[in-house]
Structure formats: structure tokens, C-alpha cells
């Protein structure tokens, strides 16, 4: 089985407040951060946070990235600065090497490729992994909690847990063609730390409208299922 999964990072300001996500679907991923860092650190890290949150599986790896350096650091580049001392050909050091140490040690055992994909154009996983690392970044740039996400699951794992909520990115349309936002379970549920029953509500935002909800629960403290609630 290959395990697909988008890594991305941001940085405000390059360098500034910073994150990291890798994702594989909604009920599956992660992110994280710092107070200062660069972009290319927030690429790196998402893709030493991927191999570590699935080191204990045989599975293939497949990573998608829009960042030709990480790519290129791991693909190409390791080898020779391995040899070298963890130097480049004029003698330089690596720059970010204790990350690419890090995610050297990990690769070891795994069988994986990455491929790259192009940023900002619609990739429903990119899309996705761009966003929570957008988040994670205003999050520590507004000093407030980061949406961590549930980290690796998949259906089957002991610990998974579907969302209450869950997400279909789709291209960006007009308002009067666009789909219905919210739709219904007949089943009410029992919200967590609530009495009162629920309704599982599935909703389709456009990426916009899901980097903009992910912004709001980082901004607000909240997940981004109880931002949502909190606009119905």
C-alpha cells in the first residue's frame, strides 16, 4: 500500500512566524511551527514530521511538495553532502543541516519518492497542507493555540477518529453556481462535553473558504469544526 500524503510550509515575512503540515486527508494530519523561521524550514520540517508520524508502518511513501529544494536537498543533494561533511562544493555548510540530519536518519529503512506538484493551483492536497501551514504561522504570529491536528490515522487504526466535520475542497466558482454549503444526517449525535444531541454536518468549502476557516479557529483558539459551529 502507498501512503500519499502533500508537505508545505509557510513562513510570514520569510523569515518570520512559521509553519509546517503535512496532509493526508482530513481525519489524517498534523502541523506545527515557530515564532521565527523560514519557508524552506517549514517544507523540511513538514517532511521529517510526515516519515517520524509513520515509522512504526511498511508502507510506501509517496510526498507530494511544490518545493524543488526539499526535493532536491533529499533526492539529489544528501549523497554528496554526506561526504563532503555535510559541506557544499565550494566548502560552504549546508544551510538547515541539523533538519536534513534529522530527516536523513529518518529515510533510513522506508521506501518512498516524492513528486513535485505546482503551488497554488487547486491541488486538493497541496491546498489542503498549504493551509494548515498557513495557519499554524498566523497562529504563532497572533500568539495563539496551533490547530495541531489528530496526526496520522487511517481507517482500521485503533485511534482513529473521524471529524464531526469534514471538508471537500472544489475549484473556486461563481456564487450563483456554487454548491450547497452544508448538508444534513438524518442521525443526530452527542456533541462532546454537551447533553444536548447534535447533527453530523458535512460541509464543501472552496480552498479559499477553507484556509479562511483554518485562519479564524487558529486566530479564535478554537478547532476548526468549533469555528464553524460557531458560524451556523
Known sequence: MTIRAA???????????????????????AAGGWKHATNNQ???????QFFRATEHLDDDLLILCDSQYVIN????????????????ADGKPVMN???????????????????W???????PLNE??????????EAFMRGRPVPEGPGFTREGDADAAAPVIAWTPV???????????????????EPAGSSAPGIAVTATLTPAQHERLLALAARTGVSAEQALAGLV
Open 117 to 123: 506538484v505546482k503551488g497554488h493551483a487547486n491541488h
Open 128 to 137: 489542503a497542507a498549504d493551509a494548515r501551514a498557513r495557519a499554524a504561522s
Open 7 to 29: 508537505a508545505d510550509g509557510s513562513a510570514l515575512g520569510n523569515p518570520g512566524p512559521a509553519g509546517w503540515a503535512w496532509y493526508v486527508d482530513d481525519s489524517s494530519w
Open 73 to 88: 536537498c533529499i533526492t539529489k543533494w544528501m549523497p554528496g553532502w554526506k561526504r563532503k561533511g555535510w559541506r557544499k
Open 171 to 189: 475549484d473556486d466558482a461563481p456564487a450563483e453556481a456554487a454548491p450547497s454549503l452544508f448538508s444534513f444526517d438524518d442521525e443526530p449525535l
Open 42 to 48: 517549514g517544507e523540511l520540517m513538514a517532511v521529517l
Open 97 to 115: 543541516v541539523e533538519l536534513l540530519k534529522e530527516i536523513d536518519a529518518a529515510l533510513v529503512g522506508r521506501t518512498y519518492r516524492f513528486e
